[in-house]
């Protein structure tokens, strides 16, 4: 990485030198506004799924199931921009303005060419996307519609994504939390209104639901454009004197890759063991799509940690400062485990009551209320996991949690997941202890590889 070209000017939080002063402090000032961004983009699904919770279990069960094929999507495109964050972290370390700015170019054209593709595979396979998954035909039509929405306007995902992306890797994870908060808020007011048609506005259902998060995101994504392009955010984004750049859309794509198939292995994942709860009926499968919103919520958070470290070690490897970038890692695991043994009790203690709010189905409840339970053996080494991956990611050392995936999801949770409710008697709630098998393994390989210093070898 070239130390050279315009050199950053700091003179304020925004543009603070992340590479140098206390390694807590500036883990903590970066990540702060990460964790609510994330615990925020988490309410997007749960919005949706407290309204829906309302048309009846056919319609939580029709789009848990097409909520996780669009977590395959999102999936897609966040791994692939996990190479513009990469870059751009380094960049920003080396001092190299005019780099960052380029990366961030490049990644707005992914983004189309991605976004146009999404939207073709939901207008014509949207339905059988779901009728592969073996979905009832009494949740094929509450599935489909959602899924159709969703992959149409992916755009806004990807303009929300790709802003987001570009902020926070420059340093700046305060300007998207105040975004990511104005459209939730907005999301939130709109989604009743299109399920149900209060006022002036027509009675949707589901596919209200779908919508009203589609239109929230392209608010969120319009405004996140916008502050790039206005030279308020640390880096001022232009498209004057624009060019394709293929070498450096073959270096993010080249770490993105990776990335995304990582995160595509375990939303498939996702997709394959919902076909294996299928059978054991739909309030097995409206559990687990409860269980999996409140899962997201707390892997949010422990994300938010790991997504700030791994920023904060690409700028610190960019900078020449290597030891910095390890200690950052290790403090982001400690506070995500902290976190975690919160969390823990309140579930352990007060979960009936939370998922109250979703269904007052008790047969619902209780179900949904032993999986979290079960999954809280998982939950206490979250910071390890996902904290250490998404260190790893930021810093472009991106097939190590691909190759890791591949082995603990497919070779161990899945055997799993399809072994042990046959088997052992334990019925449905052996996926759910497959899937705590799985994260527990990956909890000894990546303290191990990040131990080896490997990844700060690693040329992007």
């Not at 073709?120 to 779901?130: D, N, S, V, W, Y």
């Not at 984004?237 to 394709?244: D, E, G, S, V, W």
């Not at 969390?343 to 179900?367: G, K, N, R």
Request: charged content about 10%; hydrophobic content about 55%; some cysteine.
């Amino acid at each position: 990485m070239k130390n050279v070209s315009t050199p950053i000017v700091r003179s304020n939080l925004l543009n603070r030198d992340w590479t140098s002063g206390s390694l807590i402090g500036n883990l903590w000032s970066l990540a702060w506004p990460m964790l609510i961004n994330y615990t925020i983009n988490a309410l997007g699904p749960t919005i949706d799924m407290i309204w829906i919770g309302k048309l009846g279990t056919t319609s939580i069960a029709g789009v848990g199931v097409s909520a996780t094929a669009i977590v395959v999507v999102n999936a897609l495109i966040s791994g692939l921009f996990i190479g513009t964050s990469a870059l751009i972290a380094r960049f920003i370390g080396a001092r190299d303005e005019a780099g960052a700015i380029r990366a961030a170019q490049q990644a707005l054209v992914i983004g189309i060419a991605f976004s146009l593709l999404m939207a073709l595979t939901g207008i014509f396979l949207a339905e059988p996307i779901l009728r592969l998954l073996g979905v009832a035909e009494n949740v094929l039509a509450d599935g489909t519609a959602y899924l159709r929405i969703q992959l149409i306007g992916m755009l806004t995902m990807s303009a929300v994504t790709v802003a987001q992306s570009i902020m926070q890797a420059s340093g700046d994870s305060i300007t998207p939390m105040k975004i990511g908060i104005g459209y939730r808020i907005f999301q939130m007011i709109l989604c009743p209104a299109l399920v149900f048609g209060w006022g002036f506005l027509p009675h949707l259902g589901v596919s209200g639901a779908s919508l009203s998060n589609v239109v929230a995101q392209g608010l969120g994504g319009i405004a996140g454009l916008l502050w790039l392009f206005s030279g308020r955010s640390r880096l001022k984004i232009t498209l004057k004197n624009f060019r394709f750049d293929a070498n450096l859309t073959w270096r993010t794509i080249k770490i993105g890759i990776p990335a995304a198939i990582s995160f595509i292995e375990r939303a498939f994942a996702d997709l394959i063991l919902v076909g294996l709860i299928i059978p054991f009926g739909t309030f097995a499968v409206a559990a687990h799509s409860l269980a999996q919103r409140i899962d997201q919520f707390i892997q949010n958070l422990s994300g938010g940690l790991g997504s700030a470290a791994g920023i904060l070690a690409g700028q610190n490897l960019g900078a020449g400062r290597p030891e910095r970038a390890e200690k950052t890692g290790w403090l982001a695991v400690g506070l995500a485990t902290a976190i975690a043994v919160l969390i823990s009790a309140v579930i352990w203690f007060w979960i009936e009551p939370i998922l109250h709010i979703f269904t007052s189905d008790p047969e619902l409840i209780e179900i949904a209320a032993t999986f979290l339970r079960i999954q809280i053996v998982s939950y206490l080494v979250w910071g390890l996991v996902v904290a250490l991956s998404l260190v790893l990611n930021g810093v472009g050392d991106t097939m190590i949690p691909m190759i890791t995936n591949l082995i603990t999801m497919w070779g161990i949770q899945m055997s799993l997941a399809y072994f042990l409710p046959r088997f052992t008697g334990l019925d449905v709630y052996g996926i759910r202890w497959a899937i705590v098998a799985g994260i527990g393994v990956r909890a000894i390989i990546y303290p191990l590889y990040f131990k080896t210093g490997r990844w700060k070898k690693k040329k992007v």
